[in-house]
């Protein structure tokens, strides 16, 4: 029965039951973290073999004659762009191979723009004014990246195919000061959704007042599905865009951190021959390569793209009945009671939970209380604040599934006492 | 004989015996690079080792139970932090571990001071002057830097000591757009010069009229002796400074990339608890932490500063007879002939070289033209520009003894010829 059709006294009983329930949990001194995308051990434990590709008999040498323990290839050894090409769906040509981490890929990035300006336009730190869209919910980097430069950020809406194209089109037509947009296309952080391909057409023909707008497509999750047989497909941007008149329209970010290990991995760029132009021409100021090593060794561990499909199988065998035991449980606890909405991905690395209309802050300082840490409310919009106070991020990939089981029946737990509470204080104004 | 010595005649009989040797030598397809400062594969294949510490049966956790494989640790993990501590001779809470470049800390920490400034000062992109001061002749790849970034380059003379501290003292004191100079204060890049305790304890008592003045010293050759029994003590820097009273003057920069893997090391800048708070503001928003597998990897193969002390000796022994060759092959070859000047470092990886004015691009040019490649001559000037032309860096780590003899020979060969040819023009003239 939905909660606001029931009497003030059902619910003041509920209330009352719910709590005991509560103070119950609380005494079982919880120590569970549902609040970053991180693998679990069991996830890491599948990319162990990764360290022993590589041993001291080893030729480190690349086809091309490479040595890949000395320096230089700034832009990555070939066998590299060619696995992350096929990961990417992009031609190896079009890539960069970087560090470890795509997020410092995406910040040299905005940096790159600030400092210098993108293929001759004005560097952004010479504007008064410079505003990239955010896609709400969205990730909590990302927006922290253009907070800390200073960048202005719109949110804009997302539904179920993507972020509202018709007020991206019309943002990005009318102000010339916005710049970017933030996207996470596929099994998007935090709701899980994949963009439609009506969204992918429509981003690709963006007619941008700024010559220098640039998507910004952190395609992170672009092989984390949870399903053989039910998988998001995406349009591949960079080709749509050349089909569309539009090649430099896009930035392109990947890597390996949640197939191999975060923090060991291997980052990318895929961007048009022009854009590539650009950056090479500051890359090669920054650094004089990156780790070739371990760019050999993720070649040599999957071998090719079909090796890394049959190791995200491995991923998804673990991470299904995670995801599967949070939508369970939701909508055992939470299916008929009227108090929240929530997606069920068929891929990445998290939920989508809207609640009720100011009660996301709640039910996440409800869940600290009793030992289960979620991401903070409104780390999902830009600046932290999230109007209407609903967005909650659920990350179920780290607890262990039994631990999970706790959290999520925790989580429920706070949704509902706050969610009647709120109900209640809502009668009485 | 000196060649300034000899009549006219004499050289023009000599410059035709040069030149008879030299068509000789392009005869022999010669095709060697003493241009960069890359380790030879004899050294590469002393840390082979690297790739047997870790394999599948590795625990990848560290002392404080963190686990390597997963997110985290933005500073780096304790271990890494203890043995690049003794490295760099600084207390482990000072340092911060970083990627596998050194160089791309560096155009991090200026890229920083651009977009955001230093603790708090006014970012050098809102200025309408920035200014380093560049001791010379430098690295090439320091001005590349600077000079990207719009920053006013200004030469700063090199003594057998440093820097001329009283040019550096002055012109830091009068000019507050003066932000920052370039040091490599051992084994220095090119000459091989180390810097005295005088000018170490100069430089950790300057007073710059900008606040935000940093000296960036990259101590990239601090473990690189070529011998047991005579090496260069540097005084250390942040510790001088924090004696002194200036504790936040100086980012000192370090890396592995040529005690190990050029590419395949990691990097670590060490600077004062005010700077390093400075710091991690900006780095937590480009990235969740570096690549802790690979600081692990570092640590377990060296297991403290004894082993890596060890292990450059063996690095020392690989290139002890390099230098050697190309000092006897320039003492043999040029020693009587007064038509230049060179140094012979106790370390390091240059031999610097000081020819007849005007002459430096000539000598680098003939040497081109039968098969030797060596750094471009002005490289170690900002902007490329030798206003001398006297300035060339020899780098004899890379080709092996035997190649490197006859590189040597060239080199002493091109030298002679344009010399010769410029004592006759000037007799002309």
């Given amino acids: 029965m939905r909660?606001?059709?029931?009497?003030?006294?059902?619910?003041?009983?509920?209330?009352?039951?719910?709590?005991?329930?509560?103070?119950?949990?609380?005494?079982?001194?919880?120590?569970?973290?549902?609040?970053?995308?991180?693998?679990?051990?069991?996830?890491?434990?599948?990319?162990?073999?990764?360290?022993?590709?590589?041993?001291?008999?080893?030729?480190?040498?690349?086809?091309?004659?490479?040595?890949?323990?000395?320096?230089?290839?700034?832009?990555?050894?070939?066998?590299?762009?060619?696995?992350?090409?096929?990961?990417?769906?992009?031609?190896?040509?079009?890539?960069?191979?970087?560090?470890?981490?795509?997020?410092?890929?995406?910040?040299?990035?905005?940096?790159?723009?600030?400092?210098?300006?993108?293929?001759?336009?004005?560097?952004?730190?010479?504007?008064?004014?410079?505003?990239?869209?955010?896609?709400?919910?969205?990730?909590?980097?990302?927006?922290?990246?253009?907070?800390?430069?200073?960048?202005?950020?719109?949110?804009?809406?997302?539904?179920?195919?993507?972020?509202?194209?018709?007020?991206?089109?019309?943002?990005?037509?009318?102000?010339?000061?916005?710049?970017?947009?933030?996207?996470?296309?596929?099994?998007?952080?935090?709701?899980?959704?994949?963009?439609?391909?009506?969204?992918?057409?429509?981003?690709?023909?963006?007619?941008?007042?700024?010559?220098?707008?640039?998507?910004?497509?952190?395609?992170?999750?672009?092989?984390?599905?949870?399903?053989?047989?039910?998988?998001?497909?995406?349009?591949?941007?960079?080709?749509?865009?050349?089909?569309?008149?539009?090649?430099?329209l896009v930035y392109k970010f990947a890597s390996t951190s949640k197939i191999t290990f975060p923090g060991s991995g291997i980052a990318a760029l895929a961007t048009s021959p022009n854009n590539m132009e650009d950056i090479k021409k500051q890359l090669r100021n920054q650094t004089i390569g990156h780790d070739k090593v371990n760019q050999l060794r993720h070649v040599r561990f999957f071998q090719d793209i079909h090796g890394m499909v049959e190791h995200m199988r491995k991923h998804a065998d673990i991470l299904r009945p995670k995801f599967e035991m949070v939508e369970n449980t939701l909508a055992e606890e939470l299916g008929d009671k009227g108090v929240g909405s929530w997606t069920t991905p068929l891929g990445g690395y998290f939920i989508g939970f809207e609640s009720l209309p100011g009660c996301a802050k709640k039910i996440v300082a409800r869940c600290k209380k009793a030992g289960v840490v979620m991401t903070p409310a409104g780390a999902t919009w830009p600046y932290g604040k999230d109007p209407q106070d609903t967005s909650i991020r659920i990350a179920p990939t780290f607890p262990p599934l039994d631990d999970l089981r706790e959290a999520a029946q925790l989580f429920c737990l706070c949704v509902k006492i706050v969610s009647v509470e709120k109900i209640l204080a809502d009668r009485e104004a």
Same sequence: chains 1, 2.
Wanted: charged share 25%; proline share 5%.
């Fill in 3 to 248: 909660y606001d059709e029931m009497s003030k006294e059902a619910l003041q009983e509920e209330l009352s039951a719910l709590k005991k329930q509560y103070h119950k949990m609380q005494t079982m001194d919880l120590h569970l973290d549902m609040s970053r995308g991180k693998p679990c051990i069991d996830q890491l434990d599948l990319s162990m073999g990764l360290m022993d590709v590589l041993d001291s008999s080893s030729d480190l040498t690349c086809d091309d004659g490479t040595d890949c323990r000395n320096y230089g290839q700034l832009t990555g050894i070939d066998e590299a762009r060619e696995l992350i090409g096929d990961m990417m769906e992009n031609n190896p040509n079009d890539i960069i191979i970087y560090g470890n981490s795509s997020l410092n890929v995406m910040y040299d990035t905005v940096s790159r723009a600030y400092t210098h300006g993108i293929m001759g336009n004005t560097p952004w730190c010479k504007l008064d004014k410079v505003k990239f869209l955010c896609p709400v919910p969205g990730y909590d980097r990302h927006f922290a990246i253009t907070e800390y430069f200073g960048i202005e950020m719109i949110p804009v809406p997302m539904n179920d195919h993507g972020p509202e194209m018709a007020i991206v089109e019309k943002l990005v037509a009318e102000d010339e000061s916005i710049k970017g947009i933030w996207c996470v296309p596929k099994y998007s952080n935090p709701s899980g959704i994949s963009y439609s391909d009506e969204t992918v057409r429509r981003f690709a023909r963006l007619k941008p007042a700024a010559r220098d707008f640039r998507i910004f497509w952190d395609n992170a999750y672009g092989m984390h599905h949870l399903y053989d047989d039910r998988q998001d497909y995406l349009i591949e941007i960079l080709a749509e865009c050349k089909r569309a008149g539009n090649p430099d």
